[in-house]
Nanobody, 125 residues
Framework: QVQLVESGGGMVQARDSLRLSCVFS????????MGWFRQAPGKEREFVAA????????LYADSVEGRFTISRDNMNNTLYLQMNSLKPDDTAVYYC??????????????????WGQGTQVTVSS
């Protein structure tokens, strides 16, 4: 069974940076496409970024393109989200997710089989 555990959230000011981590366990990480989603208070959970099993391809939401970078270290079973130039609108609980297979990168939440418990990111102005 795949388990995902996020960390790295916190309270920062606008224009600061944070790096989120998600440790993957239970299966071979290389076989899984992975993604980051977020849910702000009172809003639906939304797609942030996704990455293929090898890390060769990535996909971003328009709202974070150019500010956030998704990456993975398969040797250490860890997914990352580097967040730069943070804005108050980035305040949310951030979740990592995984789906087995080598297909296209996916923005739909329903496409992902496994989810972490989330880590809170709060950005003040």
């Amino acid at each position: 069974q795949v388990q995902l555990v996020e960390s790295g959230g916190g309270m920062v000011q606008a224009r600061d940076s944070l790096r989120l981590s998600c440790v993957f366990s239970g299966r071979t990480i290389n076989d899984y496409r992975m993604g980051w989603f977020r849910q702000a208070p009172g809003k639906e959970r939304e797609f942030v970024a996704a990455i293929t099993g090898t890390g060769g391809s990535t996909l971003y939401a328009d709202s974070v393109e150019g500010r956030f970078t998704i990456s993975r270290d398969n040797m250490n079973n860890t997914l990352y989200l580097q967040m730069n130039s943070l804005k108050p609108d980035d305040t949310a609980v951030y979740y990592c997710a995984a789906v087995r297979g080598w297909g296209p990168l996916l923005k739909r939440q329903s496409a992902y089989s496994y989810w972490g418990q989330g880590t809170q990111v709060t950005v003040s102005s």
